[in-house]
């Protein structure tokens, strides 16, 4: 039987073989309230010293989760929309903030869901915008720098470090739930397999290396196969010598006054 993760391994020991550094982030999405599934990623991300990223519905953000995570070290809160919700006509990829909308009104929420988890969650939360489904217009994310925003995180290799003027593209790269499916874990051999490219992308110079390496996971939807293999992913980019954990701004200034 093939080693779990075998090719990634393979890649990730050429990486440390030639002295290169992988940065590594991890953004889990959909986050509103206090869950069994929250304890779950919550108790995985401590116990491998993992910095999280949790990219926090404003509308429907609860007081309780702000309790919850106001003594929970290394756990970071992003903007993810702002009620979830699907405009997209009924013909078309689902999204929040497409191109279906008037661009004041989605700056309007977006402005919202800002002001709303900055008061909640106070310093715990980054000036990170993570839209619903990963999708969002152009006309939007030229916006989000007036609207204190310093980096949108979507999903894909980034093309470039800027999404827009003064907003820096730092994506995710591997969702292991296969949603075409009805969910569940995608095939594990398909995934080391994808990693495995992503990585040699990245070695060879054909995929930015300076964009942190971003593993997105869904913590109300995951079964026990898909939280297996996260902490398995997690344990073997990290156990490699080759990858370090890299915050989302670090490609940004460190901090600016209305942050």
Aim: proline fraction near 8%; hydrophobic fraction near 40%.
């Amino acid at each position: 039987m093939t080693a779990p993760l075998a090719a990634t391994r393979v890649e990730l020991a050429r990486w440390r073989d030639a002295g290169l550094t992988l940065p590594v982030w991890w953004r889990d999405d959909d986050a509103v309230a206090p869950t069994p599934a929250l304890e779950r990623l919550l108790g995985l991300a401590g116990r491998l010293q993992a910095p999280l990223h949790l990219a926090v519905i404003p509308a429907t953000a609860t007081h309780e989760l702000a309790d919850r995570l106001s003594d929970a070290s290394g756990v970071f809160v992003l903007v993810h929309g702002w009620q979830h919700a699907n405009h997209a006509p009924p013909d078309q990829k689902k999204a929040e903030f497409g191109p279906h909308r008037d661009t004041e009104t989605m700056c309007a929420e977006i402005a919202s869901g800002r002001s709303l988890l900055k008061e909640i969650f106070a310093d715990q939360m980054l000036p990170v915008f993570t839209p619903p489904w990963n999708r969002l217009s152009q006309d939007v994310a030229d916006r989000l720098g007036a609207l204190g925003f310093l980096a949108l995180s979507t999903f894909t290799p980034r093309t470039a470090k800027y999404a827009a003027p003064g907003l820096v593209q730092v994506n995710t790269h591997l969702d292991p739930v296969a949603w075409k499916s009805g969910g569940g874990l995608l095939d594990p051999g398909l995934l080391d397999a994808q990693i495995a490219r992503q990585l040699e992308a990245r070695r060879s110079g054909d995929a930015d290396n300076a964009e942190p390496y971003g593993l997105l996971t869904h913590h109300l939807v995951q079964d026990d196969p898909t939280w297996s293999f996260t902490e398995s992913i997690v344990e073997t980019l990290l156990g490699s010598g080759a990858a370090r954990w890299t915050p989302p701004l670090h490609e940004c200034a460190r901090s600016r006054p209305d942050a």
